[in-house]
């Protein structure tokens, strides 16, 4: 803990609620940049690595697009489909997660 225990909390209302939807929309972006970034570096190796590189780059790609699809709407304040993005973006990093193991278990071409 970095206060002093003993600090005054300042009471619920008023604290700032657009605040907290600033964070939440900066995360969704630094989210959606990072995923970009796996992606680049998919088709980055799909140069490389042959077929399973094509292969790779292209579920990336597929990732990619549907957390742009899912999260960008997120930006503007609208939730398509609420309680269903957590689930994705799970589903996406699980798969960038085999993506990459398959990518280093494969030998270069």
Same mark, same amino acid.
């Given at each position: 803990?970095?206060?002093?225990?003993?600090?005054?909390? +300042?009471?619920?209302?008023?604290?700032? %609620?657009?605040?907290?939807?600033?964070?939440?929309?900066? !995360?969704?972006?630094?989210?959606?940049?990072?995923?970009?970034?796996? +992606?680049?570096?998919?088709?980055?190796? *799909?140069?490389?690595?042959?077929?399973?590189?094509?292969?790779? !780059?292209?579920? %990336?790609?597929?990732?990619?697009?549907?957390?742009?699809?899912?999260?960008?709407?997120?930006?503007?304040?609208?939730?398509?489909? *609420?309680?269903?993005?957590?689930?994705?973006? +799970?589903?996406?990093?699980?798969?960038?997660?085999?993506?990459?193991?398959?990518?280093?278990?494969?030998?270069?071409?």
């Amino acid at each position: 803990m970095t206060g002093a225990p003993d600090a005054p909390r +300042a009471p619920a209302s008023s604290r700032d %609620a657009g605040l907290a939807r600033e964070r939440t929309r900066l !995360a969704w972006r630094r989210t959606t940049l990072s995923v970009t970034v796996v +992606a680049v570096l998919a088709g980055r190796l *799909a140069l490389t690595r042959g077929t399973v590189g094509a292969v790779a !780059a292209a579920l %990336a790609g597929l990732g990619w697009l549907a957390v742009l699809v899912w999260t960008v709407p997120r930006y503007g304040g609208r939730t398509p489909g *609420a309680g269903r993005t957590l689930p994705l973006i +799970a589903l996406v990093v699980a798969g960038f997660a085999i993506l990459g193991v398959l990518l280093v278990l494969t030998p270069v071409r």
